[in-house]
């Protein structure tokens, strides 16, 4: 997938024009997924910083990293913000004009980044466990591949069946649910924490199969949840050399309440059943 990034460059006196790359910042404004990466030694941006600048461009770093979307995308961050960036901060933070980056999601874009350009002294790359904004970020894309409708697709909803109630990070619709998406992450090392949170979801699928139930986005009017609409789920599988007892726990609970599921470097089937239950419904 194509990414853009922008380099943070410190530069405390203009007028010497010396500067140290301290972060990176990387996005796609298409599915929302953005990133921002601060080097973890600043060793080198001190040894130029003779005016005690660095705190203030760090703070203004953080600032920025808390704008950007989360899970839940109320971070409020465009493409057109990142060239407005680069074309404005010409202080002692200034922003390198975005270039393009091919990379799974923006945390890889960043770790491609921070390994080339940015030259942290400690040299602390090493890739973390994907969490599940990696299979939200490939729902999206495949969406937007099938041509979906966005006003067909709500982001964050709360399904409530019977006496229970959960979330998922997609509802397809056209006033009634057609399809509930749920996005996992098997990577994650706390497996105890994730086999709950499987099981829990499992049984509130489970309740929907038998009675239905309703669908309550975040804005906008609440709709119906058939007992037979489309469940899928997108997820992120373990690593190979890791064994998850939350992955194989949720292998049986697709496989007994009838889930769609794909790993997020394929979730365009997905897509693919959410536009024909869309036309269905039509």
Request: glycine share 8%.
């Amino acid at each position: 997938m194509t990414y853009f990034f922008s380099l943070l460059r410190f530069v405390p006196d203009a007028a010497r024009g010396e500067f140290i790359n301290i972060g990176a910042i990387v996005g796609d404004g298409d599915v929302n997924d953005w990133d921002l990466r601060l080097i973890s030694n600043f060793k080198r941006a001190r040894a130029i910083d003779s005016g005690g600048m660095l705190p203030a461009a760090v703070s203004f770093a953080t600032e920025l990293s808390e704008r950007l979307p989360g899970d839940e995308d109320e971070g409020t961050m465009t493409m057109a913000d990142l060239h407005g960036l680069a074309a404005t901060m010409h202080n002692i933070i200034q922003f390198t004009p975005p270039e393009p980056i091919v990379a799974a999601d923006a945390a890889e874009a960043l770790d491609l980044l921070s390994r080339d350009l940015l030259l942290d002294p400690s040299s602390v790359y090493a890739r973390g466990y994907k969490n599940a904004k990696s299979a939200i970020n490939a729902t999206q894309r495949a969406y937007l591949g099938a041509s979906l409708p966005t006003e067909a697709v709500a982001r964050v909803v709360e399904l409530e069946t019977g006496q229970f109630r959960g979330g998922f990070d997609f509802a397809v619709h056209n006033g009634r649910a057609v399809q509930l998406v749920k996005c996992f992450s098997f990577e994650l090392p706390d497996q105890e924490a994730l086999s709950k949170s499987v099981m829990s979801w499992g049984w509130l699928v489970h309740e929907l199969r038998r009675g239905g139930g309703e669908v309550r986005p975040r804005t906008g009017a609440t709709f119906e949840a058939s007992k037979e609409l489309s469940v899928a789920s997108v997820y992120v599988p373990p690593r190979s050399e890791d064994s998850s007892l939350a992955y194989d726990q949720a292998r049986a609970i697709f496989a007994e309440v009838d889930v769609a599921a794909e790993p997020w470097t394929n979730a365009e089937p997905v897509a693919s059943i959410a536009v024909e239950r869309l036309a269905l419904a039509a």
